[in-house]
């Protein structure tokens, strides 16, 4: 186990290197910086110091190595457009992109288990043709458009959510609700494929055949089998969500989180607080993958850890 765990840690320093040499390379060497971050009407003079300032008057391989240790220190500098630390502004932002993942998927989780489980019961059955039918469906509806339509109904005509912002627990319910629909949807989907694959093995049938309860078999062994590609599912959506996804369901509810902050630092064409978000998604994504490994082995403990 400790092996494994030094070796995830160094893979997953390597992904974070690259995704920051990558964003080195993209905001100091494809374009002019000091051109994008300053206005128009900026003197020539004011260009050189803002340069100066940022240290862009540099040879690029010094640029690089003071890039690498101030970031080995979370220090990615002041953001232009808010006047602070840009990591500062993302240890705020990020919490409340958790919140949100955490509510959204596991609303989706909850529900698709359950739903996955019986349509797979009677394939083919009424139970089941509903199921497909709404999970295909949820898949088909833009989510900005759902999001915007519950606005509408919810907010604007019953008057009984907000229509955006954060504060109350009322507040998450749309947003929520938005973003774990169409994970909603592909969840039952997977769930009744592996359940069904999982009924016909003849484990179950030979369990149901010396009487085990119905319970035992069906919501232990069966959905314990079929839980790998279940959990590899809902550890890709919670990655999506915070590597990005979540950015359309924050911009239309005006969610406070990291998502909604990134459109409005490439609004204000803010390169520091942008490159802050990028080197946190890329830590997220990193962590949940050793995460999920983690629980592959508590779900299979035959499966070996490589």
Request: hydrophobic content about 55%; aromatic content about 8%; cysteine-free.
């Given at each position: 186990?400790?092996?494994?765990i030094?070796?995830r840690?160094?893979?997953?320093?390597?992904v974070?290197l690259?995704v920051?040499?990558i964003?080195?390379?993209?905001?100091?060497?494809?374009?002019?910086p000091v051109q994008v971050m300053?206005?128009?009407?900026?003197?020539p003079?004011q260009?050189?110091?803002?340069e100066k300032?940022?240290?862009?008057d540099?040879?690029?391989?010094i640029?690089?190595?003071?890039?690498?240790g101030n970031?080995?220190r979370l220090d990615f500098?002041?953001?232009?457009w808010?006047?602070?630390?840009?990591?500062?502004?993302?240890f705020e932002?990020l919490?409340?992109?958790?919140l949100l993942?955490?509510?959204?998927?596991?609303?989706?989780c909850?529900?698709?288990i359950?739903l996955g489980?019986?349509?797979a019961?009677?394939?083919?059955?009424?139970v089941d043709?509903?199921?497909v039918f709404?999970s295909?469906?949820g898949?088909s509806?833009?989510?900005?458009?759902?999001g915007l339509?519950f606005?509408v109904?919810?907010?604007?005509?019953?008057?009984?959510?907000?229509?955006?912002?954060?504060?109350t627990?009322s507040h998450?319910?749309?947003?929520?609700?938005?973003?774990?629909?169409?994970?909603?949807?592909?969840l039952?989907m997977?769930v009744?494929?592996?359940m069904?694959?999982?009924l016909?093995?003849q484990?179950v049938?030979?369990?149901?055949?010396?009487?085990?309860?119905?319970?035992?078999?069906?919501?232990?062994?069966?959905?314990?089998n079929a839980g790998?590609p279940?959990m590899?599912?809902?550890g890709?959506?919670?990655i999506?969500s915070?590597?990005?996804?979540?950015?359309?369901v924050?911009?239309v509810?005006?969610w406070?989180g990291?998502?909604l902050t990134?459109?409005?630092?490439i609004e204000?064409?803010?390169?520091?607080?942008i490159q802050?978000?990028?080197?946190?998604a890329?830590?997220c994504?990193?962590?949940?993958?050793?995460?999920m490994?983690f629980?592959?082995?508590?779900?299979?403990?035959r499966?070996k850890?490589t």
């Open positions: 186990m400790g092996r494994f030094y070796r840690l160094i893979h997953g320093l390597i974070i690259g920051t040499v964003v080195f390379v993209v905001t100091r060497m494809v374009g002019d300053l206005p128009l009407e900026s003197t003079e260009r050189a110091a803002f300032k940022l240290g862009l540099r040879p690029i391989p640029q690089f190595v003071e890039f690498m970031m080995a500098g002041d953001s232009l808010q006047k602070r630390p840009a990591m500062e502004i993302v932002k919490p409340m992109t958790i993942t955490a509510v959204g998927i596991g609303f989706a909850v529900l698709a359950p489980i019986i349509a019961l009677r394939p083919g059955g009424v043709r509903v199921t709404g295909l469906l898949l509806v833009p989510q900005f458009w759902l339509l606005i109904v919810f907010a604007v005509q019953f008057k009984i959510l907000p229509t955006s912002g954060a504060g627990p998450i319910l749309l947003p929520a609700l938005t973003m774990g629909l169409p994970t909603l949807a592909r039952v997977l009744r494929s592996s069904i694959d999982e016909n093995r484990y049938k030979t369990s149901f055949a010396k009487g085990l309860p119905f319970v035992r078999v069906v919501g232990l062994h069966a959905l314990r790998l279940i590899t599912l809902v890709w959506e919670v999506r915070l590597a990005g996804y979540s950015v359309v924050e911009t509810f005006a406070p990291i998502g990134a459109i409005q630092a204000r064409e803010d390169l520091i607080l802050a978000i990028v080197f946190t890329a830590v994504v990193v962590v949940i993958n050793i995460a490994d629980i592959y082995k508590l779900i299979d403990p499966l850890l």
